[in-house]
């Protein structure tokens, strides 16, 4: 089993910049890739960030330039970095793993951490 615990959100004016720490515990030697999701009130949950244990990443297009993803492997620790921070970037934001042989992060969970953006 891998634990994980995010931490970072809160709120900020449109404009702003936040950055969110995800630190995995437990069997992390089965993690391969991990990520960040958002859900916003009544919309699907969406994959916004994906950086697999090799150090590869990929963003999603409505964060792209805006956002970044990177990992301290000494700290089993993945960040994710929002600047230039939208009011629709509002959101609840979920730490997510997925194991070995996968490049989605759907296996573990996070308990999810508010980001709100006033305009």
């Known amino acids: 089993q891998v634990q994980l615990v995010e931490s970072g959100g809160d709120l900020v004016q449109a404009g702003g910049s936040l950055r969110l720490s995800c630190t995995a515990s437990?069997?992390?030697?089965?993690?391969?890739?991990m990520g960040w999701y958002r859900q916003a009130p009544g919309k699907q949950r969406e994959l916004v960030a994906v950086?697999?244990?090799?150090?590869?990443?990929n963003l999603a297009d409505s964060v792209k330039g805006r956002f970044t993803i990177s990992r301290d492997n000494a700290k089993n620790t993945v960040y994710l970095q929002m600047n230039s921070l939208k009011p629709e970037d509002t959101a609840v934001y979920y730490c997510?793993?997925?194991?070995?042989?996968?490049?989605?992060?759907?296996?573990?969970w996070g308990q999810g951490t508010q980001v709100t953006v006033s305009s």
């Open positions: 950086i697999i244990s090799g150090g590869s990443f």
């Open positions: 437990g069997s992390i030697f089965t993690i391969n890739v």
């Open positions: 997510a793993a997925g194991l070995k042989g996968k490049m989605v992060p759907n296996d573990y």
